[in-house]
């Protein structure tokens, strides 16, 4: 079926592109981490492992704090985006309304959070709704540094968890719900029996996409967090290549934070059916 | 008295019905968080047009325009680019996957996703590396075209890889068998019943990069920046000044405009399978 010529050459400049900015970076990136601070520019550059033995010694609460908070966000999304995407699946008529305003998180975490800023600060839209529930909406972007970061970020990673979860609800047959119902089976036990073991690979597939973007998470955390949330690996790495120049240690933690994303990245396209299907 | 006074019955409207009680809960639950989704936007939009007196103008969007329209100019212009690189590389690329044996089709694939599931910062800072030490293109126009080409290009070859494989192969066939020639048949008969894929894919290269400031940060020079990193330098001069929410309400507008003039048009199928789906 060779109809526009074979099918390497068609790949060729897509394979090309993605092995010289993508694959090439990512080998010097780890080769820069096996360099101390800057002398990979250098005539001779000066090979260690240090940096990683910095990580391990010094940043570790970073990477914990890098975890934890991806962790909580990406819980936060199980716990309220379950319901949501349920009801968007099998109550509503208004789905495109909502996949239409779903998107303003999709333009990324920069302008998300600068709005979050305004929406949490002194005489936001919200001051009235804190005062009622007695905080005080001067103070309350020093006060709930953690609960805020992990808000904003949960936020921006919403639509990708009720997406997978909608799509995999969309593949549970209603009448079986209905079924159990008949057969008197409580609300909880359609749930738990039901609609959890039916729909599990969904929402763990998007657990773990939700929990592979809030491991990337920067500008919230610089803008919503203090300096225990400012630890996440990449604005520390940022502050380290970009501002000491300590190329070395930040490709060190670039690393680091990649081996945690591709392993999640890995997780989830075993559980996920793929969008590629391939 | 209890003869005298009678007997009080509800009347069944008047009853709370916790069918339709739940029902309405459910509805609000929807609408708290498309309220969440769009109130970040609708602020900043409330305190661009705020003056320091007290009232509403719009001469923080004159002030925006002025300084900062090159910029706008400039994201433009990368995301066109950006756009056409994609298209000439993922479509071919789509038609590989599809119609031809590649060995190694698995692998082959998850080497061109790499950058996918690359965090920005990592992405950012092996790209400053490798433009420094390397291809000496750092802070150029093409560095920057070049990162969000590799970044984006998988999204662009998702929905052609789902609208070619929806589309059966009778059709070229048939031109062929009715004597078109291979590029014709391409053009005016493949090319074509592909659009609403290779449309989906312009529409999230066009998110993606328009508002892209991560990787931009990392590899962009000190002049002539995108307007997504100028918001993102602002942020540290002018801080939460007027003019800096009106440019970030224009990028967030100009984007969402796009998105819904792609909804009227194409609706939302071949977003399926996206992130946008």
Redesign the interface.
Known sequence: ????G??????A???L??????????I??VR?SLTSEST??FASPENTLDNYRTIWNRYLPHVWTTIRLATAASFFDLI?GF??AY??VR??QYR?????????????P??????????FGAN??LAPLLDFLGLDSRTLLFAYPEQLTIIGMA?FT???MV?NIAAALTNVDPTLEEAARTLGAKPRQVLTRVLLPLSWPGILAGFLMCF?WN??V??VAM?LGNIEQQRV???T??QK??SQFD?GL??AM?IV??AL??SV?WLSLRFSRG???? | MSAITPTRRLEPRNRLNPGALL?AL??V??WV??V?????????V??SLETPQGGYSIEAYRFAWNAFSPNLWISVKLTVATILINL???V??A???I????PG??F??S??N??L??????????????Y???LKIQGTTGGLI??Y??GT?PLM??PV??AL?DLPEVY?EAARTLGAS?LRT?LRIELPLLGPGISAGILLTF?IVF????VT??IAGKSDQPA?LV??GL?GRAG?APS??AL?AI??FT??MV??LF?KVFG?RYLK?????
Do not use: C
């Open positions: 079926m060779r109809k526009y074979p099918g390497g050459v068609l790949l400049p897509a394979v592109v993605a092995v010289v900015f993508s694959i090439v970076p990512l010097y990136l820069v990979f520019f309220f319901p949501f009801i968007l109550k509503i495109d309304v909502v996949r239409v305003l779903m998107i303003f998180p999709l333009f990324g920069l302008y998300l959070t600068y709005g979050l800023r305004f929406v936001g839209p936020i919403f639509p990708f997406m592979g491991l990337g920067f500008i803008l690996l990449s604005l790495l940022y290549a970009m190329y930040g490709a670039g934070l990649m994303a591709f990245t969008a590629l299907g391939a | 029902s459910q509805h639950y929807i968080w498309l969440i989704f769009i109130l970040p936007f609708l602020t900043t409330v305190r000439v590389i993922a071919p690329a038609f590989a996957i119609r031809h044996p590649v089709k698995r082959v694939l080497a061109l790499v950058s599931y690359t965090p920005g910062a990592v992405m950012g800072l092996s790209l400053a590396i490798t420094a030490y390397l070049a990162a080409t590799v290009f070859l998702v890889i789902v494989r070229g291979r391409l998110v508002n892209e400031f991560l940060l990392f997504a918001i993102y942020l939460f800096t929410a970030a990028m967030q984007s969402f998105v819904l909804f939302s399978g996206t992130y946008l789906g």
